[in-house]
């Protein structure tokens, strides 16, 4: 019974945990507006292909079957479309974490650089306000 719960216990912590991991074939709501693009771009020239295609080489006689051919035809195209948008759109992705992580970087050295040169500026004054002390106190 103990083992049971547990079990439950674990399956719900699964649930509840926050993993921003996805499938490869996920695609991100931010960049699906770039992902039909990319697809669009790729599978019109394609099909227009496909069409010229089977309108140039005369096998067929009315305008029906060329539509069935491109259709039928179209498919494969169409999937070979998709999963090079799909990679494309991920090198992409991939090649953006890279540049945010290299600013990120950037920015913490700047920052950390300015934040050195205000402990060595604050040490500074420090030194000046205890010379001044010393000098004041001598005078006396």
């Known amino acids: 019974m103990r083992e049971q719960e547990r079990e439950t216990q674990l399956a719900e912590k699964v649930i509840q945990t926050d993993d921003s991991r996805l ?9 699906i507006g770039w ?9 019109a020239p394609l099909i227009g292909t496909l069409w010229w ?17 491109v259709v039928g035809g179209s498919a494969s195209l169409i999937f070979v479309a998709a999963i090079v948008s799909i990679i494309e759109l991920e090198a992409a992705m991939v090649l953006r974490h890279l540049l945010i992580k290299r600013e ?9 650089a300015e934040f050195e040169r ?3 500026k604050g ?13 004041g106190n001598q005078e006396q």
Not at 23 to 31: A, D, K, L, M, Q
Not at 35 to 43: G, N, P, S, V
């Open 118 to 120: 205000g402990i060595e």
């Open 23 to 31: 499938s490869i074939w996920t695609i991100r709501p931010e960049w």
């Open 123 to 135: 040490r500074q004054l420090e030194r000046e306000q205890q010379a001044e002390r010393r000098n």
């Open 104 to 112: 990120a970087r950037k920015e913490r050295e700047k920052l950390r």
């Open 35 to 43: 992902f039909y693009l990319l697809f669009a771009l790729q599978a």
């Open 53 to 69: 295609s089977e309108n140039q080489s005369g096998v067929h006689d009315n305008i029906a079957s060329t539509i069935t051919a």
